[in-house]
């Protein structure tokens, strides 16, 4: 089962509110206006609340994707690739793992994955570093590596 494709409409809905917001607000400085500078206000919140909304219904799906690998996933060993640092949530880094998976009786084969890893795990997760993976039953790409390592 390959991952879902994002839409880019949602992207686009915000960058058009966006313009739409920036238009009303330089329009309502040039005229004056305490009526159009309330209407950008009011488009402006109502663009941060959707993306707010898309962005925490994509975050749930990732979970939920993740939580049924590691579920329903095969357990196989991978060996760490590469690592690299992809920006960081509360000090600690995403980070980009391109894996070499060696499941039990094939041939091995690399897939990309990201995640969060833990300060404090760093040093388990570094290239050359064989890490246990959950592979997904129906889509052999679709990866989590065992929390054990990056928590």
């Known amino acids: 089962m390959a991952p879902p494709v994002k839409s880019p409409l949602p992207a686009m809905l915000v960058a058009v509110g966006s313009m739409g917001f920036w238009t009303l607000v330089i329009i309502a400085a040039v005229e004056e206006s305490d009526a159009l500078i309330g209407v950008a206000l009011g488009?402006?919140?109502?663009?941060?609340?959707?993306?707010?909304?898309?962005?925490v219904k994509r975050s749930r799906a990732r979970s939920r994707e993740r939580a049924r690998i590691l579920d329903q996933g095969t357990l196989a060993k991978a060996r760490i690739l590469s690592a690299k640092n992809n920006g960081a949530m509360n000090n600690d880094p995403y980070v980009d793992f391109l894996l070499e998976v060696q499941p039990e009786g094939g041939d091995p084969y690399e897939v990309s994955y990201r995640t969060l890893v833990s300060q404090m795990a760093i040093p388990r997760v570094q290239p050359e570093s064989v890490v246990d993976v959950y592979v997904d039953p129906t889509d052999r790409f679709a990866v989590v590596i065992d929390p054990k390592f990056t928590s």
């Open 43 to 55: 488009l402006g919140a109502a663009i941060a609340v959707f993306a707010i909304t898309v962005a």
